[in-house]
């Protein structure tokens, strides 16, 4: 039976084909005989509950682990062998281990490094001297570190939620070359009852023993060798050349990674950095914004006094322009009731003479000539100021003619 993949597209295939080693778990198998180092992983094994964890992982089907990672819904964190659903929370795993599902959020938070000041305490606490990691990829350098500062500090750590967030990693992380966990989902599609029996089974080869605690040895450096005060011939544990960790596991060879702490120093110089530069920008704002609501209140406050002025000025003008109108009206109601004589127009047949009473002189009414005058109409002024007439003004003017 070949690999059953319902998502089995190009962009897969590759994934399959780029990932084709398999970081197998291994097995301890030293003894607190073999030196201190040793007598300190086991008691910090013993402290967790982690015996069974550290025994022999159990053989691995190649094929069947492949059509685990092809069908691996993220989200859910579940997966599909043979078309059954296989569940790999933290429940599942930890019950598979005989763990219980703690709450490591605390935990958690500290391993991420997104505690800066725990993190910086477990470099300098750990690796005072610096990291060298033989491990191909640099990047879970810290977090290793990190686990191993949880570990002695008997913080909470919740396995099955570590191995969970592991094969999501494997399976979605470019930086990812191989297939981690075979043994554990090969026991995985047991426990949910996935056939087998027409694959091959491999035997898993890595095993956690003397040559992994030879590599336990402080860093080689003038650094290291100064800071005790030390020469290389008074030290000579110090010039041992470090051999990478030797396995029968096709992982490919590991490299001696940068040194992280003067990286993670370097990176938290940075974010000093940036932290002031916020805190100027921050505070220039403030002062802007400080400054312009300044002059919109010193704004606000002219234009009252120029509104107080104004209502000021219209209230002293007002009884004055009030009292003017009053008198015009009365002079106009004055005007329109007095008795004023109407003279009827005459005009003079003999304008050469001096005298309207002299000899010779006719004087007549002319005829067709009418004059009229109407008086103007009274002013009245509102309390606004405002000038109105309470009539209409009207003139007329009949034509004359004088013959």
């Known amino acids: 039976m070949g690999l059953q993949s319902e998502n089995l597209d190009p962009l897969v295939q590759r994934f399959l084909e780029t990932k084709k080693s398999f970081a197998e778990e291994g097995e301890m198998v030293f003894?607190?005989?073999?030196?201190?180092?040793?007598?300190?992983?086991?008691?910090?094994?013993?402290?967790?509950?982690?015996?069974?964890?550290?025994?022999?992982?159990?053989?691995y089907v190649a094929e069947i682990v492949l059509e685990f990672y092809a069908n691996i819904n993220k989200s859910e964190r579940t997966s599909k062998i043979g078309g059954k659903i296989i569940p790999f929370n933290s429940v599942v795993l930890n019950d598979l281990y005989n763990f219980k599902d703690i709450n490591d959020e605390g935990t958690v938070i500290k391993i991420e490094g997104k505690d800066e000041i725990v993190m910086a305490e477990a470099f300098k606490e750990l690796c005072p001297d610096g990291v060298r990691s033989y491990y191909k990829n640099s990047w879970s350098i810290a977090f290793m570190v990190m686990l191993l500062y949880a570990i002695q500090r008997s913080l909470p750590i919740n396995v099955g939620r570590m191995i969970s967030d592991g094969i999501i990693a494997s399976r979605f992380s470019n930086e990812s070359k191989c297939l981690f966990y075979p043994s554990t989902i090969t026991r995985l599609a047991e426990m949910f009852n996935v056939d087998m029996s027409n694959f091959r089974r491999v035997q898993s080869n890595y095993a956690i023993d003397q040559s992994y605690l030879s590599t336990l040895q402080p860093p080689r450096g003038i650094e290291r060798r100064a800071s005790h005060g030390q020469t290389s011939s008074e030290s000579p544990e110090l010039e041992t050349n470090v051999q990478p960790m030797q396995t029968k596991t096709n992982i490919a060879p590991a490299t001696v990674s940068s040194d992280i702490l003067a990286c993670l120093q370097q990176i938290m110089l940075k974010?000093?950095?940036?932290?002031?530069?916020?805190?100027?920008?921050?505070?220039?704002?403030?002062?802007?914004?400080?400054?312009?609501?300044?002059?919109?209140?010193?704004?606000?406050?002219?234009?009252?006094?120029?509104?107080?002025?104004?209502?000021?000025?219209?209230?002293?003008t007002f009884p004055t322009i009030q009292m003017m109108g009053n008198l015009m009206w009365n002079v106009a109601n004055a005007v329109r009731n007095s008795n004023i004589p109407n003279f009827q127009p005459y005009f003079v047949t003999d304008p050469g003479m001096s005298s309207f009473n002299g000899e010779g002189i006719s004087v007549h009414p002319a005829q067709g000539?009418?004059?009229?005058?109407?008086?103007?109409?009274?002013?009245?002024?509102?309390?606004?100021?405002?000038?109105?007439?309470?009539?209409?003004m009207s003139h007329t003017s009949h034509p004359f003619s004088v013959t």
């Open 369 to 392: 000539l009418s004059m009229s005058m109407v008086s103007p109409p009274p002013i009245v002024f509102s309390e606004r100021g405002e000038v109105s007439t309470a009539f209409p």
């Open 271 to 316: 974010q000093e950095e940036m932290t002031r530069n916020w805190d100027v920008f921050k505070n220039e704002q403030v002062m802007r914004i400080t400054h312009v609501m300044t002059e919109l209140a010193q704004t606000r406050s002219s234009q009252k006094i120029i509104s107080q002025t104004i209502d000021n000025q219209v209230a002293y």
């Open 31 to 59: 003894s607190p005989t073999d030196g201190s180092h040793a007598t300190k992983i086991l008691e910090n094994v013993r402290s967790l509950g982690w015996e069974g964890f550290v025994q022999n992982p159990g053989d």
